[in-house]
């Protein structure tokens, strides 16, 4: 018999194409070595070229199903995602308030395609309710846009947003700068307000990117329920990453995934 592996759970809307959202998820957690459990909050019918339609759960729904992963299996960390709407959002937010276990909170907002995954009505929320109980926050530069009216055009701007972004609550907020516009790094700052952490990679010229942001947070998530501290899963998971977007891979007549399963092609 084998031991059991590290516990995560997603709180996140479907993607049909598989790219991102539960799918990635699910995918990044098994290739990182965690058991990988879900809450669907929201069903899209979505392919390479964007989303073409969302459906989000009843409240009723979402936290029958954290109720039963949560109160009979258990979990060592939760990663949100899609949650589409201010009732969803405080409903995510209450339950995980009452979890011990770390959480990684990733505001989706738009997809890659430009599609609105967030309702304007839930902006305020995320700040009030879903940020204050994040271990770390994960928005990219146009999320942190949306939430603290901050625009980053530079790295002297992602301090500004990680800075804007605490104001909120979290422990830690892990700022993406892959929307830089120059640089031939990508970018992440990571800080808790007093340690802080650059991270650079390579940036690869691969359009396929579809998943990057789910998977970053998850791959997150997963060291964390390893028992990493913050700074060695968030390097952990950025060199993760890194590996997913050089592999990602053509799907459909658009923007194809990343590519989960790359450290087991190698």
């Known amino acids: 018999m084998t031991s059991r592996p590290p516990?995560?759970?997603?709180?996140?809307?479907?993607?049909s194409g598989g790219g991102a959202g539960i799918q990635a998820d699910l995918?990044?957690?098994?290739?990182?070595?965690?058991?990988?459990?879900?809450?669907?909050?929201?069903?899209?019918?979505q392919n390479s070229l964007g989303v073409q339609g969302a459906w989000e759960l009843p409240e009723?729904?979402?936290?029958?199903?954290?109720?039963?992963?949560?109160d009979d299996i258990g979990v060592q960390a939760v990663k949100t995602g899609m949650l589409a709407s201010a009732a969803l959002v405080e409903t995510v937010a209450e339950l995980l308030a009452g979890t011990d276990a770390p959480v990684v909170v990733d505001p989706v907002g738009v997809s890659k395609h430009g599609d609105p995954l967030l309702a304007a009505s839930a902006l305020?929320?995320?700040?009030?309710?879903?940020?204050p109980v994040a271990t770390v926050a994960t928005p990219n530069l146009d999320e942190v846009a949306q939430l603290t009216g901050v625009v980053v055009e530079d790295e002297a701007g992602m301090r500004r947003a990680a800075e804007a972004i605490l104001a909120h609550g979290p422990r830690w907020a892990l700022i993406k700068g892959g929307h830089l516009p120059s640089?031939?790094?990508a970018v992440d700052l990571l800080t808790d307000g007093a340690e802080e952490l650059w991270l650079r990679a390579p940036r690869h010229d691969n359009r396929h990117t579809h998943g990057t942001g789910c998977t970053l947070a998850s791959a997150v998530a997963s060291g964390l329920a390893k028992g990493l501290a913050v700074p060695r899963a968030v390097r952990e998971a950025k060199a993760y990453v890194t590996g997913a977007i050089a592999a990602g891979f053509a799907l459909g007549g658009g923007i194809g995934p990343v590519d989960h399963g790359w450290v087991?092609?190698?």
């Open 27 to 45: 995918k990044t957690m098994l290739a990182l070595g965690v058991h990988g459990m879900s809450v669907i909050t929201a069903v899209t019918a």
């Open 124 to 131: 305020d929320s995320v700040r009030t309710k879903l940020l």
């Open 60 to 70: 009723e729904a979402v936290r029958a199903q954290y109720r039963a992963v949560v």
């Open 183 to 185: 640089g031939e790094a």
């Open 264 to 266: 087991h092609r190698r």
């Open 7 to 15: 516990l995560v759970l997603t709180v996140a809307g479907s993607d």
